[in-house]
């Protein structure tokens, strides 16, 4: 199994930037796929995009189109998450999660296996 620790967050202002780390251990990184989920007190966690063992990343919510993106450096057992043009409604706990399923669609959390603990992303008016 693989275990994940996500970092970056803190606290900023609308339209501000961040980048978030998601940093693997205990497997063998670049064989899985890794998605970003990000989870409000009270609410479902919502898919945010996931990229593939070579890189190519999926699509992301409306709300994240332009402003997101996702990229990993397998030899660092590292993937990144830039946020750009940041808005109070994206405030939340961010995750990372890791599957070796195979599945090419992976949008839901349930078709992870392994998570990270999450860190804390907030963003003021």
């Known amino acids: 199994q693989v275990q994940l620790v996500e970092s970056g967050g803190g606290l900023v202002q609308a339209g501000d930037s961040l980048r978030l780390s998601c940093v693997g251990s205990?497997?063998?990184?670049?064989?899985?796929?890794i998605g970003w989920f990000r989870q409000t007190p009270g609410k479902e966690r919502e898919f945010v995009g996931h990229?593939?063992?070579?890189?190519?990343?999926?699509h992301f919510a409306d709300s994240m189109k332009g402003r997101f993106t996702i990229s990993r450096d397998n030899a660092k057992n590292t993937v990144y998450l830039q946020m750009n043009s940041l808005r109070p409604d994206d405030t939340a706990v961010y995750y990372c999660a890791a599957t070796d399923t195979g599945y090419t669609l992976a949008e839901s959390q349930y078709d992870y296996q392994y998570w990270g603990q999450g860190t804390q992303v907030t963003v003021s008016h």
């Open positions: 205990g497997g063998t990184f670049s064989r899985y796929m």
């Open positions: 990229i593939m063992w070579r890189g190519t990343v999926t």
